[in-house]
């Protein structure tokens, strides 16, 4: 099993919230990643990480924002919820050019 | 085109067949390859590496082909428990964009 966490698994929220998604890797990987995917359709990298006070965004434009002030944090935040954020959220983190782990995923939804 | 392409099925094949899906790949600088398999509403777990020489793990086996871009995954015997998305991955050098993900086939093992 990867160590790769991801909290909380499932979060109802209403519209206008601020939310964290938490993620956290003890396998100590610099690069870390946060995936979007709606059921049945293709993963979206929105956000990601070659190390401590790195971020870089993906190729799917995100209203999101993430930090990286620890290796082995690396939480994602939207300030304002709304319906259209309503998906899926999955962190992943690798260690350079081999496989890498994901969290359980995070399932958003936004009423 | 497409970094990675995958055909995204659905594949029908009824139990104790054998099924092979391929991957194409338009980056001649990538260096490695992974099979993921990803169960409805569940993160995308490593099924396996793929090897130059390729390689075999139970009734699973992947192969490489540098000349034409492409990996293969072959299932023998096939359960029902096979019933699921299989994601091929390639990396490249540096950066998550070294990271990219087909959109995956979907297989469905019929009893």
């Known amino acids: 099993e990867a160590d790769i966490y991801q909290t909380p698994r499932y979060l109802v929220i209403g519209t206008g919230k601020k939310i964290t998604l938490e993620c956290s890797q003890t396998?100590?990987?610099?690069?870390m990643y946060w995936y979007q995917q709606d059921p049945g359709m293709e993963l979206h990298l929105i956000h990601y990480s070659y190390g401590v006070n790195s971020t870089e965004k993906g190729d799917l434009s995100s209203e999101s924002t993430v930090s990286r002030i620890r290796t082995e944090h690396f939480p994602l935040t939207l300030e304002s919820a709304r319906p259209s954020h309503t998906s899926q959220y999955l962190c992943?983190?690798?260690?350079?050019?081999?496989?890498?782990?994901f969290g359980q995923g995070t399932r958003l939804t936004v009423v | 085109r497409k970094e990675v392409e995958q055909d995204p099925g659905p594949f029908n094949v009824p139990e104790g067949a054998t099924v092979a899906f391929n991957c194409t790949y338009s980056n001649s600088a990538s260096q490695s390859f992974f099979w993921y398999r990803q169960d409805c509403r569940k993160e995308p777990k490593l099924l396996m590496s793929v090897y130059s020489s390729g390689n075999e793990d139970g009734r699973f086996t992947a192969q490489l082909n540098r000349a034409s871009q492409y990996i293969s995954l072959l299932i023998r015997d096939s359960k029902l428990s096979d019933s699921a998305t299989y994601l091929c991955?390639?990396?490249?050098?540096?950066?998550?964009?070294?990271?990219?993900f087909g959109k995956g086939t979907h297989l469905i093992i019929q009893p």
């Open positions: 992943a983190s690798s260690a350079g050019q081999v496989e890498a782990f």
């Open positions: 396998m100590g990987h610099d690069k």
């Open positions: 991955v390639v990396t490249t050098g540096g950066g998550a964009d070294g990271l990219t």
